[in-house]
């Protein structure tokens, strides 16, 4: 299956794209979904919607994960940064795909085993993990990371899924 991860930016959205098969994860794709600043606010969005439809339309992922926003100390800025998250939240949704959310913290502590990770740690294992990924962006490594957090809870919970039915049957 196909996982898109995404990580929510006004100024750049990064994605990227993971297979996984059972325990076995791959490097698919990544990008950044770039915005020119000397657009207004709509047109801006508008930018957002039309790249992640594009990734969406491309790759056709079956699954997709976003990750939450911390509370910024600055209104503005985070009115902003909720206005192009629901964007990007309404695109998976419009195309019937799952959506999932996760904190920064958990997906941190996915990938590097603790949740106050620094960007370094989280590219150095990014790259450990998806080697085909090569030098990329904070942002895609960031959407990666968060596609890779998807694949690792959505099987565990299947896990206890076909626990609970097989106790079921019994």
Request: contains cysteine; neutral net charge.
């Amino acid at each position: 299956m196909l996982i898109l991860g995404i990580d929510p930016g006004l100024q750049k959205t990064g994605w990227g794209i993971v297979e996984s098969e059972g325990s076995r994860l791959s490097y698919v794709s990544s990008g950044l979904i770039k915005p020119l600043a000397s657009l207004d606010m709509a047109a801006r969005l508008a930018t957002l919607y039309e790249g992640l439809t594009a990734v969406i339309n491309e790759y056709k992922p079956s699954m997709a994960a976003i990750e939450e926003t911390f509370v910024n100390k600055n209104p503005a800025s985070a009115l902003k940064l909720g206005q192009a998250r629901g964007v990007l939240m309404a695109v998976p949704a419009l195309h019937g795909i799952e959506l999932a959310e996760y904190a920064a913290n958990k997906v941190k502590k996915s990938i590097v085993g603790a949740g106050h990770a620094d960007k370094n740690q989280m590219g150095m294992m990014i790259r450990t993990l998806l080697p085909a990924c090569g030098q990329i962006s904070e942002d895609e490594t960031d959407a990666l990371a968060v596609a890779i957090t998807h694949a690792h809870y959505k099987s565990h919970n299947n896990m206890i899924l076909k626990k609970a039915a097989i106790f079921d049957a019994q």
